[in-house]
């Protein structure tokens, strides 16, 4: 059970204090009845709750899966770039809401959005071994010795070591040299593929995100696009 006006602001129909105005003027029913009370206690289980002539579903956790173009940053405010929740719709837009894990501003590709904490934290947490797959063009040569190596785990920047990482070598490109590759990783250091790309001598040219643990990115969305996650993809990457 919880106060009306709680449920409302929850849902984002306003701030506590818009919604209390709201509520004062009548436009709100619960089970069929006008209520005019902010502290109404609704069960958000089963109350049916309208506002006007819609109905409001109570729902607090909120799951996004979003395709991020390059230019923009993983953040939640900035006072210069571009941000992924400034490509938020108002009508989904929540201030609990934070990407998962960051990509960089020239990075694309999956970024899950959530105010799920538990979850995040489980999901980037290197103990959980939840892998992220990248899609990278790379210039130089990738081969099967640069394989091994992040098989084995590489030492970046000197001191800093990396759990092992599958690398696949998908096409090389002799004349150009340039190498398309994907690697899979288990945790998330800074710069990571690009300073795992590095440490074999090459440099990584374009980087995407395709896969977090059970999630994929999906194709259907275009660069800056984004959709909730259906309610499989939150059940598996529940169970990771
Ligand atoms: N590794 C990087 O170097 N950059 C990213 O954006 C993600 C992983």
């Given at each position: 059970?919880?106060?009306?006006?709680?449920?409302?602001a929850?849902?984002?129909?306003?701030?506590?204090k818009?919604?209390?105005?709201?509520?004062?003027k009548?436009?709100?029913k619960?089970?069929g009845?006008?209520?005019?009370s902010?502290?109404?206690?609704v069960?958000e289980k089963?109350?049916?709750?309208?506002?006007?002539e819609?109905?409001?579903?109570?729902?607090?956790?909120?799951?996004?899966?979003?395709?991020?173009?390059?230019g923009v940053?993983?953040?939640?405010?900035?006072?210069?770039?571009q941000t992924?929740?400034?490509?938020?719709?108002?009508?989904?837009?929540?201030?609990d809401?934070?990407p998962?894990?960051?990509?960089d501003?020239d990075?694309?590709?999956?970024?899950?959005?959530t105010n799920?904490?538990?979850?995040?934290?489980?999901?980037?947490?290197?103990k959980?071994?939840?892998e992220?797959?990248y899609?990278?063009?790379?210039?130089?040569i990738?081969s099967?010795?640069?394989v091994?190596?992040?098989?084995?785990?590489?030492?970046i920047d000197?001191?800093?070591?990396?759990q092992?990482?599958?690398?696949?070598?998908?096409?090389?490109?002799?004349d150009?040299?340039?190498?398309?590759?994907?690697?899979?990783?288990?945790?998330g250091?800074?710069?990571?593929?690009?300073?795992?790309?590095k440490?074999?001598?090459?440099?990584?040219?374009?980087?995407?995100?395709?896969r977090?643990?059970?999630?994929?990115?999906?194709?259907n969305l275009?660069?800056?696009?984004?959709?909730e996650l259906?309610?499989?993809?939150?059940?598996?990457?529940?169970?990771?």
């Open positions: 059970m919880m106060r009306l006006d709680k449920f409302l929850d849902m984002a129909l306003g701030s506590r818009e919604v209390k105005k709201i509520i004062k009548g436009n709100v619960v089970n009845k006008i209520i005019t902010d502290k109404f206690q069960d089963c109350d049916l709750v309208f506002y006007k819609e109905k409001i579903n109570y729902q607090n956790e909120f799951y996004y899966l979003m395709n991020k173009p390059q940053i993983t953040a939640t405010t900035d006072n210069v770039d992924v929740m400034d490509l938020f719709q108002d009508s989904d837009y929540r201030l809401l934070f998962v894990g960051r990509l501003k990075t694309e590709g999956l970024l899950l959005i799920d904490g538990p979850l995040a934290h489980h999901l980037l947490s290197p959980h071994h939840v992220k797959e899609q990278a063009t790379v210039s130089g990738m099967n010795k640069d091994t190596a992040f098989f084995k785990g590489l030492t000197g001191d800093e070591n990396c092992p990482a599958r690398l696949i070598i998908d096409s090389i490109d002799k150009k040299e340039i190498s398309s590759i994907r690697l899979i990783l288990q945790e250091k800074y710069h990571q593929v690009k300073r795992m790309v440490a074999v001598g090459k440099e990584v040219l374009n980087l995407k995100r395709l977090m643990g059970s999630l994929l990115l999906d194709e275009d660069l800056g696009e984004y959709r259906t309610k499989e993809e939150i059940a598996q990457l529940k169970s990771l």
